[in-house]
């Protein structure tokens, strides 16, 4: 039958889901079996009654299996057993296997060391026969291990630190090959350093797929400091019974050193010629980093009890110091990142605009002086600014309105092509690209580009054919693969990768600007909330002030008018002009303060915006200042309609009305016109044009301010100087603009919106 119309074909092996990946499928850590140099014992505790026990027990112990089985240990150690008792008490066998004694049983010539540990709720005793090679005493290997620490220690950069380690750890163990083996991030992964016999062929800086260590075999190897496979070819041994009796649950052997390898590793490990392995995980952080791989090509060789001790301390102390030797390498390079992070920052401070103190690549330093790259962009107010080389701005508006959708703060990729087609296109300018967003709501973005960097991947064997599938009996069957001749791969559309500490400078540029953002955004809001409290202040002290001035003001006025009238006749000449003068000082004074009331009154109160129509509003404008010019007749120039407007009719009048007023009564022409008219620009421009006498540059914006004239108390009928500062006002509620044109002596132009001009 064909593998594939098999009915529960899904949960088969076929040969379209076949991956080495699918050594998931085996359960690693549940063997069932054990390596053939040792034997194990599955114990209950406290009674010590066995319970397992691997079928090869008669050449290590002198009694099979089935006859251990429900017996004490005693039965099996005799008189040591109190001694070993003791140990175990005593020791902690939480963390996996330790050396408990060393011993000797009646019918076996060699020596037999004895580990154990707890796993799964049960006891597991390893025994394991002491190696044929003569014994190094234990003080030679102690100061070996702490040479070698030393000189270590003193290596500069990683990888001098890896080739002297590999080197070591090859002297050490007497394997004929030490390799030092990196992951990637997709778990594929490559030698970065080998010490080996001269005549073997060398590995270092092939590539191996990911599906060669797939994820439980890398758990594995996080697992424990050290595995041992003296014997590749050898042949398991499997525990009797095979479920525990109890729990009726295979052993857990997770951490157990004679535990059976996968049929896939070891098949793999022929397949590559390889006798005898030992391999140690190098961590950093926490994370499984790559491993130390000892492959022995001659023969087997199982590796000594003490010496492995040794290379495991080994191991722990590169684990250790590899993390600060990889650390160290990038410390200057990150000192030199945060020095200039540090100058991008301060000039930010002073040029808060990021296009001005970011985006100019004549400014040293500059982004690109920050984080090395090729090309590099600020996305900011909807404006792209560019340094270096990047792809063209309509292929960067597109790449970052596709960023905006990616809900990362960070976004990092060597392969863009991969994950965004279009960038296809720009590749060779921007297969790496690197972003920062400046904030969580905005589409605004730091970015930097690297070109494409076309590598050639030398990998051990055809990555895409890890495996081979033999359908020999029928079925379909999973063989690592056989081959391992150099396959080379040229991959494109990838960059030099961003490093974690070129992200996190990014990172840290991102979270200034934000933060400086933030300040100024602060700084604005409370000014415009002191500058809201001052004028709400202003205007009611004006509206107080005023009112209650009115009130002694009438009666100074009616006072003085009583007097006139009472005297009458009986005044000499100079008593009655001061009268006068006084009857016209508190008439001045009461128009004062009436426009001080209209000024707070334009301020305080709310406007009612409605459609208006403002031709009309116009008329009832000119009705309302007809007699402001004296008895000058002013032609008024209407060239066309005004339209509808939305805004307040009767603060819209007061404008009109102040500025037609101005107008006619500002001129000196024998023939005076006033223009009144609109350009249709957005928001509309509306103005009041004039033939008069015109506005000097210099007075241009002196007349909106309150009380302010530019010419003589009693020329052109006189006036308090209050008019345009409500009418500025009145513009401004509307969140409009007023400003003037003129030439001196030949007439002006006032302006007007009332509504918010639209930057571009
Ligand atoms: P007022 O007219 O009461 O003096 P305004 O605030 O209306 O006060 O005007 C301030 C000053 O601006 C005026 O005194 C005048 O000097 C000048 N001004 C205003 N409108 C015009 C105009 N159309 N032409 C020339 N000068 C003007």
């Keep these: 039958m064909n593998a594939s119309d098999h009915p529960r074909s899904s949960s088969l092996i076929t040969a379209k889901n076949v991956d080495l990946s699918n050594c998931d499928r085996e359960l690693v850590q549940f063997p069932g079996a054990i390596q053939s140099h040792g034997a194990m014992l599955i114990v209950d505790e406290p009674e010590y009654i066995i319970r397992q026990a691997s079928e090869n027990c008669a050449d290590f112990v002198g009694q099979p299996a089935e006859l251990l089985l429900g017996k004490s240990i005693a039965n099996v150690f005799g008189h040591s057993t109190p001694q070993m008792l003791d140990r175990l008490q005593r020791m902690s066998l939480e963390n996996g296997p330790v050396h408990v004694v060393r011993e000797s049983f009646a019918g076996s010539a060699r020596g037999i060391n004895i580990f154990a540990h707890r796993c799964g709720g049960v006891l597991i005793l390893e025994l394991e026969l002491v190696a044929t090679q003569p014994d190094a005493p234990t003080t030679r290997l102690y100061s070996d291990v702490r040479e070698a620490v030393a000189e270590l220690e003193k290596t500069r950069g990683l990888q001098s630190f890896l080739d002297l380690a590999v080197e070591r750890i090859r002297t050490f163990t007497g394997y004929d090959r030490v390799m030092a083996y990196k992951f990637a991030e997709d778990g594929s992964g490559h030698v970065v350093a080998e010490s080996k016999r001269a005549k073997l062929e060398p590995y270092l800086g092939l590539h191996y797929p990911a599906t060669d260590i797939p994820a439980p075999a890398r758990r594995m190897f996080g697992l424990s400091w050290l595995r041992h496979l003296p014997d590749v070819n050898y042949v398991p041994v499997r525990l009797y019974p095979e479920f525990h009796p109890a729990t009726h649950k295979p052993v857990d052997m997770s951490f157990a050193i004679l535990r059976s390898v996968s049929v896939m590793y070891s098949g793999y490990l022929k397949n590559m010629g390889v006798k005898s392995t030992m391999v140690m995980p190098l961590m950093k952080e926490g994370q499984l980093w790559g491993l130390i791989s000892a492959m022995h090509h001659s023969g087997p060789m199982q590796v000594q009890y003490e010496a492995r001790m040794a290379a495991e301390f080994l191991s722990h102390m590169l684990s250790l110091l590899m993390g600060a030797k990889e650390d160290a390498d990038g410390f200057n390079e990150r000192l030199r990142m945060t020095a200039v992070t540090d100058q991008l920052v301060e000039r930010l401070s002073r040029e808060p605009d990021l296009h001005d103190s970011l985006g100019i690549a004549d400014k040293s330093p500059n982004l690109l002086s920050q984080i090395p790259a090729t090309g590099a962009a600020v996305v900011a107010r909807g404006k792209i600014s560019t340094l270096g080389i990047t792809p063209p701005k309509r292929e960067l508006e597109s790449l970052v309105a596709w960023l905006a959708t990616q809900d990362q703060m960070i976004f990092a990729t060597n392969r863009l092509p991969e994950i965004y087609s279009p960038a296809a296109a720009y590749k060779s300018v921007a297969s790496g690209a690197l972003a920062a967003r400046i904030s969580p709501q905005s589409a605004d973005f730091l970015m930097w580009f690297r070109p494409e960097h076309i590598e050639i991947v030398k990998w051990a064997g055809d990555p895409k054919k890890p495996v081979k599938i033999s359908e020999t009996d029928g079925q379909v069957r999973l063989q690592p693969r056989t081959s391992f001749a150099l396959w080379k791969e040229s991959v494109t559309g990838r960059s030099e990768p961003w490093r974690k500490d070129e992200q996190e400078i990014a990172a840290n540029l991102r979270q200034a600007i934000s933060e400086v953002i933030l300040n100024r955004a602060q700084q604005i809001e409370r000014i415009n909330r002191e500058l809201q409290d001052a004028n709400v202040e202003l205007d009611s002290f004006a509206y107080v002030a005023s009112h209650d001035l009115k009130e002694p003001l009438r009666g100074v006025h009616l006072l003085a008018s009583f007097l006139k009238r009472?005297?009458?006749?009986?005044?000499?000449?100079?008593?009655?002009?001061?009268?006068?003068?006084?009857?016209?000082?508190?008439?001045?004074?009461?128009?004062?303060?009436?426009?001080?009331?209209?000024?707070?009154?334009?301020?305080?109160?709310?406007?009612?915006?409605?459609?208006?129509?403002?031709?009309?509003?116009?008329?009832?404008?000119?009705?309302?200042?007809?007699?402001?010019?004296?008895?000058?007749?002013?032609?008024?120039?209407?060239?066309?309609?005004?339209?509808?407007?939305?805004?307040?009719?009767?603060?819209?009048?007061?404008?009109?009305?102040?500025?037609?007023?101005?107008?006619?009564?500002?001129?000196?022409?024998?023939?005076?016109?006033?223009?009144?008219?609109?350009?249709?620009?957005?928001?509309?421009?509306?103005?009041?044009?004039?033939?008069?006498?015109?506005?000097?540059?210099?007075?241009?914006?002196?007349?909106?301010?309150?009380?302010?004239?530019?010419?003589?108390?009693?020329?052109?009928?006189?006036?308090?100087?209050?008019?345009?500062?409500?009418?500025?006002?009145?513009v401004e509620r509307h969140a409009g603009r007023i400003w003037v044109e003129s030439a001196l002596g030949k007439g002006s132009t006032f302006y007007f919106t009332l509504a918010p001009e639209v930057t571009t």
């Excluded at 001045?588 to 009331?597: H, P, Q, T």
């Excluded at 022409?669 to 000097?696: A, F, L, M, Q």
Aim: charged share 35%.
């Design 566 to 730: 009472a005297l009458e006749g009986k005044l000499n000449e100079q008593g009655r002009q001061q009268l006068e003068t006084i009857l016209k000082l508190t008439r001045r004074m009461d128009d004062l303060i009436e426009s001080l009331l209209q000024y707070s009154r334009t301020g305080r109160l709310e406007l009612k915006i409605e459609p208006v129509d403002m031709d009309e509003l116009v008329d009832e404008a000119i009705t309302d200042c007809r007699h402001s010019a004296g008895n000058h007749d002013v032609e008024i120039r209407r060239p066309r309609s005004l339209g509808m407007e939305k805004c307040d009719r009767v603060r819209t009048r007061e404008i009109f009305t102040n500025l037609i007023t101005n107008a006619k009564k500002y001129n000196d022409k024998p023939r005076r016109w006033v223009e009144i008219g609109v350009v249709n620009t957005t928001p509309r421009r509306y103005y009041v044009r004039d033939n008069g006498i015109g506005i000097s540059e210099d007075s241009r914006e002196r007349i909106f301010e309150i009380f302010r004239r530019i010419h003589g108390k009693d020329e052109f009928g006189g006036g308090i100087g209050a008019g345009l500062t409500i009418t500025r006002r009145a």
